[in-house]
């Protein structure tokens, strides 16, 4: 009876053992698939405090954020989903669901931070308290991670010249 009891315990050691192996292996696993572009990225969405900004003073979207990404994507509302460089762009269907959806309506932007042409990140804004100068984004709706933008008093943003 003994035998079988130590065998048992030896058999539930080699059990976890493995899991603790295949679990360690199954991360290095998907991050080389996630490399690869074979599994899409998961996305982290980032609140953006742009409330804080100071009207008239140009500020970049690299300000707000502690990761550092390449560029960025505006998808503003009533955003054409079938333009080409949107469909290029790797993200998560989850994310292109919740980009989708703020395109149909004028009640939301989203901005995609992007880093070699994978979403690294987004930030949903609510257009009732931060909009996009439309005609501007429209033409330029990617944008360099240092491009600089400036807010009106309207809390409307714009592409600044300098």
Not at 125 to 149: C, M
């Amino acid at each position: 009876m003994e035998h079988y009891k130590l065998n048992f315990k030896r058999l539930f050691l080699f059990l976890i053992l493995i899991a603790a192996f295949l679990f360690t292996s199954c991360n290095k696993i998907i991050n080389i698939l996630n490399t690869f572009g074979i599994i899409p990225p998961q996305e982290q969405r980032l609140e953006l405090q742009l409330e804080k900004q100071v009207f008239d003073k140009p500020f970049t979207f690299a300000d707000y954020c502690k990761e550092r990404y390449d560029s960025i994507f505006l998808v503003y509302p009533y955003f054409n989903i079938e333009k080409k460089d949107f469909k290029n762009i790797r993200m998560s269907c989850r994310l292109k669901d919740i980009c989708e959806s703020n395109a149909l309506s004028d009640s939301y932007s989203t901005i995609l931070f992007i880093n070699r042409g994978i979403v690294k990140a987004y930030s949903i804004i609510a257009t009732a308290n931060t909009g996009f100068n439309a005609r501007e984004v429209e033409k330029h709706y990617i944008f360099p991670i240092d491009q600089k933008f400036i807010m009106d008093k309207e809390r409307n943003i714009h592409i600044h010249n300098e």
